[in-house]
C-alpha cells in the first residue's frame, strides 16, 4: 500500500500545473474496492486521474468474433463515454474509429512512431505457413507482423479475450491457420497481461487497463499473466450454488425445475471447479445475471485450451465422450528401487517420498518428517460426515439413495482403522466409489487415474502446514469431495485422478514449506515406492521447482 502511495505521489509531482477534470468519485470507490487497496488511497487516486492527460490506445482486432468489444461498449462504471472522453485516447479500433482505409492507417501508423500507447489485441493470432491468414489493408500486412511491429513502442499490452490470451476457438483443433495466443509471439512480456473470456466482463476489462493507467504498472499477474484480483480464484469457490454441490444436490437435467431453486449444474456440465474468473462477482449486462445464475454452467471459457480440453459442455468429464485433445504426455515409467534400506541410503542428506501403499514417509536427513492421522475406514467417515452438519448429513442422504449398494457395503464394515499413511486416501477412494473387493485397491486407484481421458483436476482440499519440524497434512476435510463429485456425474477414473493429484500436490506443497523454514534450497525431489512406479504419480511428483 505504502508503494502504491509513493508511486501516485510521485506521479502527481510530474503532473503539477496541468488543468484538472472532475472525476467519477463512484468509479474510484469501484476500482479501490475491486483490488482490495482500502479507502487511504481514495485522495491520491483522485487527484491523480483530475490531472492525468489521455493515454493512446491502439485496439487491434485479428482473428476474433468482436464480442470483447461488444462487452467493453457495455461498460457502465465509469462508462465506455466517460473512459474515452476523460482517460483514453482512441486512436485505433476497427469497429470503432470513424476513420477507414488509409485514414485509419495513417492515425496508426503516427501513434506507432510516437510510441508510449496502450495496445489491446482481441483475437488469436494465426502463424499458418503464408501469410495468407488474416491479412489486412492495402499491404496486406499479416496479423502477427502488425502485432509485432506495434508491441515495440508499446508503454503496455493487453490481451483480451480468450483468442488473444490463448489463441481461442481459432486453435481449436485441428487449427488448420495455426492460431496461438499473442504471448507466444512476444520476447518481452513484463509489459503484458492477459484478460480472458469468451468475453471478459467490461469491468475485467475497464479496470486492468486503469489499473496500469493509473499506477504504471501491472498488477500481480499468474502464470498465465491473468491479474490475480480477477481470475484468482476458480468460479466455484465464488458459486452461489457451492453449498448445493456440497450437500450433494444437482440438476439432473435442462429441464429440471430444482434448476430454479438453485441446484448444482456439475451433473450438466458445469465446468466451474476447473475455471477461474471472478464472473459471480462482476456478472455481464450492468450486473444483471451471469451463466451460472441464468442456468446454465460454466465453460470454463477463461482458461486456455477449454475447447478441447474440458469435454462436452454438458455433461460432466467422463469416459466415452468425444473430443479432440491430445492425451497427456506422462513420459517414461522409471525403475525405482522398492527396497526401503536401499532408498535411505540413496537418499543422504536430501529430500525424498516414498509413497507406498503400506508406508508413506518423506524423508529429510534421515528422519521420516512427513505426519499424517485419520480415520482410514469408508463407514466411520460416511458415519462421522451424516453428525457434522446439516450440510454433510444432506450430502450422505443423497449418497446413500443413489449408491445404495456402495453405501451399504461401506456402513457393513465400521471398524476403525486410525491410518498414518496418506496413501491410504486412495484405499477410501476406492471403497467409496466401488464394489469390487481389490486386493490392493490403491493400485486399482492408481490405475484409474492413469486412464483418465481429460487434464483438469477435480482438488480434494487437502490441507498441508509444517509444525514443529514436521510436514503436517490434513486429509480428513477433503474425503467428503469424492462423493460430492460422484454425485455430480464425475466417474471413478477422473475423481481418482483428482485425489491422486491432490494428494501430490499437498505432499509437494509441504516440502516446499519445509524446505523454506529451513532455509534449504529446493532440490530435486527424490521418489520411490510402489505407487510411485506409476508415471502418474511422477507427473506430479518428481521434480520441486
Not at 485479428?62 to 462504471?77: A, D, K, P, Q
Not at 497481461?193 to 501491472?218: E, Q, W
Not at 460432466?316 to 491430445?326: A, E, V
Request: net charge negative; charged share 25%; with cysteine.
Amino acid at each position: 500500500m505504502k508503494d502504491l502511495a509513493g508511486i501516485l505521489e510521485e506521479r502527481i509531482a510530474g503532473l503539477e500545473g496541468n488543468i484538472q477534470k472532475e472525476v467519477d468519485a463512484n468509479f474510484v470507490d469501484v476500482f479501490l474496492k475491486s483490488f482490495k487497496l482500502g479507502g487511504e488511497l481514495k485522495g491520491l487516486v483522485e487527484k491523480y486521474l483530475s490531472l492525468k492527460p489521455h493515454i493512446p490506445l491502439i485496439w487491434l482486432s485479428l482473428s476474433e468474433c468482436t464480442g470483447c468489444t461488444e462487452s467493453f461498449l457495455r461498460n457502465e462504471v465509469p462508462g465506455v463515454e466517460n473512459l474515452l472522453l476523460d482517460f483514453i485516447r482512441l486512436d485505433y479500433h476497427d469497429v470503432l474509429m470513424v476513420d477507414s482505409g488509409f485514414h485509419a492507417k495513417r492515425n496508426l501508423k503516427n501513434t506507432l512512431h510516437q510510441g508510449g500507447y496502450f495496445l489491446v489485441v482481441e483475437g488469436g493470432v494465426c502463424d499458418g505457413s503464408t501469410e495468407s491468414y488474416a491479412t489486412f489493408g492495402a499491404e496486406a500486412m499479416s496479423a502477427k507482423s502488425e502485432l509485432l511491429e506495434l508491441v515495440e513502442n508499446a508503454e503496455a499490452i493487453f490481451g483480451v479475450g480468450t483468442c488473444a490470451a490463448f489463441g481461442g476457438v481459432q486453435a481449436a483443433h485441428p487449427n488448420p491457420s495455426h492460431a496461438k495466443g499473442m504471448g507466444e509471439f512476444l520476447r518481452d512480456k513484463s509489459r503484458y497481461m492477459t484478460i480472458p473470456g469468451c468475453p471478459p466482463s467490461d469491468m475485467n476489462i475497464v479496470l486492468n487497463l486503469m489499473y496500469v493507467f493509473i499506477f504504471g504498472r501491472m498488477p500481480e499477474l499468474d502464470a498465465s499473466y491473468r491479474a490475480l484480483w480477477a481470475y484468482g480464484k476458480s468460479v466455484h469457490d465464488s458459486c452461489e450454488r457451492k453449498a448445493r454441490f456440497e450437500s450433494g444436490d444437482f440438476v439432473q437435467s435442462f429441464d429440471d425445475d430444482r434448476n430454479k431453486e438453485g441446484y448444482c449444474l456439475y451433473k450438466v456440465g458445469c465446468k466451474g471447479p476447473y475455471a477461474f474468473n471472478n464472473c459471480a462477482k462482476m456478472k455481464f449486462n450492468s450486473k444483471t445475471s451471469w451463466p451460472i445464475q441464468a442456468g446454465h454452467g460454466c465453460i470454463a471459457c477463461s482458461e486456455a485450451n477449454f475447447w478441447d480440453e474440458f469435454g462436452v459442455y454438458e455433461e460432466p468429464m467422463r469416459k466415452g465422450l468425444r473430443h479432440f485433445s491430445k492425451p497427456s504426455e506422462l513420459g517414461e515409467v522409471r525403475s525405482l528401487s522398492l527396497d526401503l534400506e536401499k532408498f535411505y541410503e540413496d537418499l543422504g542428506d536430501g529430500i525424498g517420498v516414498f509413497l507406498d501403499s503400506k508406508n508413506t514417509v518423506i524423508m529429510a536427513n534421515g528422519e521420516n518428517i512427513l505426519e499424517a492421522s485419520f480415520e482410514s475406514s469408508a463407514g466411520l467417515i460416511l458415519e462421522a460426515l451424516s453428525k457434522k452438519s446439516k450440510l454433510t448429513a444432506r450430502l450422505v442422504e443423497n449418497y446413500k439413495r443413489e449408491f445404495a449398494s456402495l453405501y451399504d457395503a461401506c456402513m457393513s464394515q465400521r471398524e476403525s482403522r486410525v491410518s498414518s499413511n496418506v496413501a491410504d486416501v486412495l484405499k477410501i477412494t476406492h471403497e467409496l466409489l466401488s464394489l469390487d473387493n481389490e486386493e490392493n485397491p490403491h493400485l486399482r486407484a492408481v490405475s484409474e487415474a492413469h486412464g483418465f481421458e481429460f487434464k483438469q483436476i477435480s482438488d480434494m482440499d487437502f490441507s498441508t502446514k509444517v509444525v514443529d519440524g514436521k510436514i503436517v497434512i490434513d486429509v480428513s476435510k477433503g474425503l467428503r469431495l469424492p462423493l460430492c463429485y460422484r454425485l455430480g456425474g464425475l466417474e471413478y477414473d477422473g475423481i481418482a485422478y483428482g485425489v491422486l493429484a491432490t494428494l501430490c500436490k499437498a505432499l509437494k506443497s509441504g516440502i516446499a514449506q519445509y524446505q523454506k523454514e529451513k532455509n534449504l534450497d529446493p532440490r530435486p525431489l527424490v521418489l520411490g515406492g510402489d505407487l510411485a512406479q506409476n508415471a502418474l504419480v511422477q507427473k506430479w511428483m518428481l521434480e520441486i521447482k
